[in-house]
């Protein structure tokens, strides 16, 4: 499999501030990185996909200007939370898939849980 | 009709006994199916994938995969109260990544 990491792992902040979740791959090189959130007792919600060197793309509902996705190595990707307020206040989970990997397995970061105030 | 379905359950099995869990997808097309486990508050982690007909083994887990009847069923043997989690089914329909809604299992000691 492949390792992610995600960080920070928790973050608590005051309600108009922003915030920036990094994903990186450890041991292999991320084509593609899929951001996750997950609200309490609910499914996985993807919000956006992103391949490195390319503008991400988003889903349905996601504004595109609040979570701000960058994407700019094999390595790395980053979602920025913009002025977030307590209804952002979620586990957000970063998954990738790559070059080296079994076929199109998603292998998922450990997760960010971020809390509003 | 959701692209991945699954029942939410939950699930509750005697430990030892053997958990059931099933999946149905819409696109009788798909080629790659994948079962993962996600205990409370932790991200998904992956237990197996399989691509062709039959049946695919590894260690407790055994992945059933049925195209002509549009299903992909995960067996767990001797299930332990560890097993305790919610599985999500996902399948590759088309390019993209669909995740069913999760399967919640209770293994009662």
């Known amino acids: 499999g492949a390792v992610v990491s995600q960080h920070p792992s928790w973050v608590i902040c005051k309600s108009g501030t922003s915030v920036k979740i990094e994903c990186r791959s450890l041991?292999?090189?991320?084509?593609?990185m899929f951001w996750y959130r997950q609200f309490p007792k609910q499914s996985l919600m993807l919000m956006a996909t992103?391949?490195?060197?390319?503008?991400?793309?988003?889903e349905q509902g996601v504004e595109k200007d609040k979570f701000l996705i960058n994407h700019a190595s094999l390595t790395l990707s980053t979602l920025t939370v913009t002025s977030a307020h307590p209804e952002d206040s979620s586990f957000y989970i970063c998954s990738v898939t790559g070059l080296d990997l079994s076929a199109d397995t998603q292998y998922f970061g450990p997760g960010t849980r971020l809390t509003v105030l | 009709q959701k692209e991945v379905e699954q029942n939410s359950g939950p699930l509750s099995v005697p430990e030892g006994a053997i958990a059931s869990l099933n999946c149905t997808y819409s696109d009788r097309g798909s080629q790659s199916f994948f079962w993962y486990r996600q205990y409370s508050g932790k991200s998904p982690e992956l237990i197996m994938f399989?691509?062709?007909?039959g049946d695919k083994e590894d260690g407790r887990f055994t992945a059933q995969l049925n195209k002509a009847s549009q299903y992909v069923s995960l067996l767990i043997r001797d299930s332990q109260p560890s097993d305790s989690a919610t599985y999500l089914c996902a399948v590759i329909i088309g390019n993209q990544f669909y995740f069913g809604t999760g399967t919640s299992l209770t293994v009662i000691p």
């Open positions: 399989i691509y062709s007909n």
């Open positions: 992103s391949n490195e060197g390319s503008k991400a793309t988003y």
């Open positions: 041991d292999f090189q991320a084509t593609t």
